[in-house]
């Protein structure tokens, strides 16, 4: 896992510092989003990602106890607040979209925001829609003991690096795009 995660974390090094090369050297990149509703939409978000980090990390804290059944249930957690992440990026998706806002253009200027921005977040939803699939495998067979403590602890580690790369992403695509 931690060499998917290093060669993961790469990929995901490489098209955040493209995007800022092409976001400075940018003059009319746009700022699309007003702080109400469009950064306390994706504050949200992120706060059901970080609280999805807290459930993931109590899967594994009970797991490591040996309480099987409170760790699936927690896992459960993780996997509803995963999706329930998907579903509030996919609202947004559908906003920006009837705004005019597609991988080919945007109604503020600069084409390529909108290849960006469904690029980077598409990446990350796709990852997030990955670490739910997994959860549901893990979740599934931890109760009867199909997988371990460090099954879980795993599991964990690809879920956390999940919610790290959006700390990054949040900032980078949304506050700094507030208008002003």
Same mark, same amino acid.
């Not at 067979?141 to 700390?167: I, K, N, Q, T």
């Given at each position: 896992?931690? @060499?998917?995660?290093?060669? &993961?974390? *790469? #990929? ?9 090369? +092409? ?10 989003? &007003?702080?109400?509703? =469009?950064?306390?939409?994706?504050? @949200? %978000?992120?706060?059901? @990602?970080? $609280?999805?980090?807290?459930? %993931?990390? #109590?899967? +594994?804290?009970? %797991? !490591?106890? =040996? !309480? ?9 957690? #993780?996997?509803?607040? =995963? ?36 690029? @980077?977040?598409?990446?990350? %939803? ?9 959860? $549901?495998?893990?979740?599934?067979? +931890? ?7 460090? &099954? ?10 999940? &919610? ?8 980078? *695509?949304?506050? #700094?795009?507030?208008?002003?």
């Amino acid at each position: 896992m931690w @060499l998917f995660l290093v060669s &993961d974390a *790469l #990929t995901f090094t490489a098209l955040i510092l493209s995007y800022a090369f +092409v976001r400075v050297s940018s003059p009319a990149w746009p700022r699309p989003f &007003d702080f109400s509703p =469009g950064i306390l939409f994706a504050t @949200l %978000m992120t706060f059901v @990602l970080l $609280t999805s980090s807290l459930t %993931m990390a #109590t899967a +594994v804290g009970a %797991m !490591r106890e =040996g !309480r099987r059944g409170v760790a699936a249930a927690w896992i459960a957690a #993780t996997i509803a607040c =995963g999706a329930l992440f998907i579903a509030l990026h996919l609202t947004e998706w559908r906003h920006l979209i009837a705004q005019g806002v597609t991988p080919a253009a945007n109604p503020w200027g600069v084409p390529l925001f909108g290849a960006v921005f469904f690029g @980077l977040t598409g990446l990350h %939803m796709a990852h997030v829609a990955s670490g739910i699939v997994y959860l $549901t495998i893990l979740g599934a067979g +931890v109760r009867p003991g199909r997988f371990s403590a460090e &099954d879980v602890e795993v599991g964990g580690l690809y879920w956390h690096f999940v &919610d790290l790369v959006w700390m990054f992403l949040f900032p980078l *695509l949304y506050l #700094t795009a507030v208008k002003p």
